[in-house]
């Protein structure tokens, strides 16, 4: 009997127009992804290349040269977070874990009997201990390229961005500033997508480990 993997359940299927090219600097994607957000575009239709660990772990991304690997579908993207944005998410993160400790200590000690004073207390300083704690394991997992020592290798293989556009006027404008920007190997193509359930965030994640990866209600 063959096992259904993952890769079996197609999610949605596309054929896009997209802008695609190759930096070779974290810093100068980020401009040139900026300057297209400044330009009108949408950030829904901006992606960007995975880590190198996943690149490996679903291609021999090294055997590929990086303009061609910018062609094949099966290439993991990733949706576009700037610093901002990961800051942001780091300090909400934070924020609600700290948020929800402290609920949960003022509402163990409101039932023990401690007067509101000190449930007052102890559930602030406790709430904003755990938020302060939370936020470097936050950061290891939303940046972990960084903190693991692949941006580096991401940048000498090349760091890569598809642009999806819709007409000539914004296919014009996005090569010009990917350009502009230091972009190499900039073009356009036409790109059937397809997404599978590796494509989904979490997509490792298996809440009861004793659960194969076979697809159940079959005969």
């Keep these: 009997m063959t096992t259904a993997t993952s890769t079996d359940t197609i999610l949605d299927h596309d054929r896009s127009r997209e802008v ?15 300057d297209l957000l400044l330009s009108g575009f949408d950030r829904s239709d901006i992606d960007v290349s995975a880590s190198p660990d996943e690149l490996q772990r679903r291609l021999n991304y090294v055997a ?6 910018a062609d094949l579908p099966t290439t993991p993207r990733q949706p576009f977070f700037g610093d901002d944005d990961l800051l942001g998410a780091e300090a909400v993160a934070s924020g609600v874990l700290g948020c929800i400790t402290a609920v949960g ?9 401690y007067d509101a004073l000190a449930v007052a207390m102890w559930s602030i300083l406790i709430g904003t201990v755990t938020g302060v704690m939370m936020i470097w394991p936050i950061y290891r997992l939303l940046r972990r390229e960084k903190v693991r020592g692949l941006e580096p290798i991401a940048e000498w293989f090349g760091l890569l961005i598809w642009v999806r556009v819709r007409d000539p006027e914004k296919e014009a404008l996005a090569q010009e500033i990917l350009v502009r920007h230091g972009g190499h190997a900039v073009h356009v193509h036409e790109i059937d997508l397809i997404k599978t359930p590796e494509d989904l965030p979490l ?17």
């Design 20 to 34: 695609t090219g190759v930096f070779h600097s974290r810093r100068t994607l980020d401009d040139a992804v900026q």
């Design 105 to 113: 200590v003022a509402a163990f000690l409101a039932l023990k009997g």
């Design 64 to 69: 590929i040269p990086p303009s061609d690997l």
């Design 203 to 219: 997509h490792s994640l298996r809440p009861d480990p004793w659960l194969s990866d076979e697809r159940l209600g079959r005969p």
